[in-house]
């Protein structure tokens, strides 16, 4: 049989009600199969869940089987059941590492860690999951489709993680730490992934802010020269000209953006 592995991704609501389970009783592995494929097509995920387990349980070894933990992967993920879409996904691969469908479930085992990144103010551990997977995809399958959308996903994971180095150096700064805000945005700028993100003009401009505060104008203006050099019409840029100029050092180069409305510069929080 032909699988038909639906790739479409979007979320759907949890829904927590209780409900009766599929009572077990022997039934032909077409008959099962598709009818769980009909309560997939009419977004019963649940229902569609448990005919695709009963076609696991009662036909373990059939091609049926394989086809069913693939769509469990799929119906859990629709459901926003995502740790059981990560454990369909994770038997999959140990069960059938070698068979070309292991690259929709390594894909779609990093989706899911993927669509669980919370804000940067708390703790990051499942966007560290969502890089790890999808720098696994990118490394087992390159070339194809989903190391397209990994690599695009890999960006934006990036981007959030450098956002969290980013907030506590900034909590580090109001807290007049400056040495502990001078790690982090260090860590920002130095990253070779983060290079990429749209963080490391700000992280620039806060080293200047925080070697002026240690009053070491030699090394802000050489922050201000690095920032200037990268990034000369960035109005990040044009704030540490202007900081410098008044503190009477003379960057490099002239800005070639506008400063933005004090207000803007604020360190959030």
């Known amino acids: ?17 209780p409900r009766a389970r599929l009572a077990y009783e022997e039934r032909p592995v077409e008959l099962l199969y598709n009818t769980g494929y009909d309560r997939l ?52 691969i140990q069960l059938f590492p070698g068979n070309p469908s292991a690259a929709y479930a390594f894909y779609m085992r990093a989706i899911c860690y993927f669509e669980q990144i919370v804000d940067v103010g708390r ?28 690599l695009v996903k890999i960006d934006m994971v990036n981007d959030q993680l450098a ?3 980013m907030a506590i150096g900034r909590y580090y700064q109001r807290a007049d730490q400056p040495l502990a ?13 983060f290079q990429r993100t749209s963080h490391v003009a700000e992280a620039l401009y806060r080293m200047v802010e925080v070697n002026l505060m240690l009053g070491l104008t030699d090394e802000a203006t050489r922050n201000a020269s690095v ?8 109005p990040w840029y044009a704030e540490a000209y202007a900081l410098l100029t ?3 050092a003379q960057p490099d ?7 933005e409305n004090w207000l803007q510069r604020l360190i959030p929080g």
């Open 1 to 17: 049989m032909t699988a038909v592995l639906i790739l479409g991704l979007g979320l759907s609501a949890c829904n927590n009600r």
């Open 41 to 92: 097509e009419r977004g019963r995920w649940r229902d569609a869940i448990d005919y695709f387990q009963e076609v696991e349980r009662q036909h373990p070894y059939s091609e049926w089987s394989r086809h069913a933990i693939l769509m469990q992967i799929y119906a859990n993920y629709k459901d926003g059941q995502y740790m059981e879409a990560i454990a369909s996904a994770d038997r999959f």
């Open 123 to 150: 703790d990051q551990a499942l966007t560290e999951q969502a890089l790890a997977g999808l720098r696994e995809v990118v490394r087992r399958y390159p070339g194809s489709s989903y190391a397209t959308d990994a």
């Open 163 to 165: 956002g969290k180095e």
């Open 181 to 193: 805000a001078m790690n982090r945005y260090r860590v920002v700028v130095d990253n070779p992934d």
């Open 227 to 234: 920032l200037g050099h990268n990034y000369p019409g960035s």
């Open 246 to 248: 008044e503190r009477g």
């Open 253 to 259: 180069q002239a800005p070639e953006g506008k400063r």
